[in-house]
DNA sequence: TTCTTTATTAGTAATCATTATTATTATTAA
DNA sequence: TTAATAATAATAATGATTACTAATAAAGAA
């Protein structure tokens, strides 16, 4: 079966174009149903289904990228250049980092494994300012392993 | 609401064992409903539900992580100590890579944001042997960036 | 412009991994 | 041995995501 990723025959609707528009002004790492909730306020027959279809179209065509930091729902990026994470263990709010990324690395695994190396992911887990001190006055030390 | 986790108050089951015992020998990075099928054989009335919560108290108990790809499901490894990972986009299969940890990386962080960091996960992308033989041959690039 | 093709949509139902519930059982400490 | 309660098996529920379907709309051809 050939499907519409192969053949490349993408149509632009509003829907899309809108969904991308929104990813591009957000810096924040949006999940699908925010999104949803954004659109729909202006959109007002928009489904959530079409939401979905079009994240996954967009990130095949490689304008936007899924982030999977085990929370249980994806998010979704639309800043197209190697970069990584922060995410806190306890308010689970996402922070980019910005340190160069490292493109050594991957030739580092290629020649370990001969593998071909595309691209790496790279998250930083522990508390952010706010937790940090919440978790002082408390006295816990509660780690989560998420992802 | 006092946790069982605070008081720190678990059994020690035949279950919980078994499903410890399964994960520390095994080298791959098996997902709930595997290590259920697995000891489902000898353990006849084993409840998937059972396993869930296990994984879930060991992964409290720190002698096990979860681990999540964006896959759609977790997977589980009881290696304790930090390794990276390679996952093939077309074969899904996942290896540990065996170059030492990073342990500055978080140093650096942490003078960067402020943050308390605890940890970080990283892992690849791209084709492992088999996949990569495959794709040359169809001449095709399909990029999979999950996660 | 009008026509044709078919990708896309809204709406809804289904899927599937995971979690909650509940009555019963088993572990642990006194 | 016994009392307290953590854990279990079985099952129902949840929630994110995907599949289905008839109607709509984008895009190229006539």
Redesign the interface.
């Known amino acids: 079966m050939i499907t519409n990723k192969e053949k490349d025959t993408y149509r632009n609707t509003k829907q899309r174009q809108k969904i991308l528009d929104l990813l591009i002004k957000c810096d924040s790492h949006p999940t699908a149903d925010w999104i949803y909730r954004k659109l729909k306020k202006k959109f007002r027959n928009l489904s959530l289904g079409t939401v979905y279809r079009n994240l996954r179209i967009l ?1 095949e065509k ?1 304008q936007i ?6 929370t249980g729902f ?1 998010r979704f990026d639309a800043m197209v250049h190697s970069h990584y994470h ?1 995410i ?2 306890t308010c689970q709010k996402i ?1 980019d ?3 160069p990324p490292m493109k050594g ?2 030739d ?2 290629i020649q ?18 706010v937790c ?1 001190l919440k978790k002082t006055k408390n006295n816990k030390n509660v ?1 989560n ?3």
């Open positions: 990130k490689g990228w899924e982030l999977d930091f085990g994806s922060f806190c263990s922070y980092i910005k340190i690395l991957d580092k695994v370990m494994t001969g593998f071909r190396i595309l691209s790496h992911r790279l998250v930083f887990f522990g508390l952010c300012d940090k780690i392993h998420a992802t």
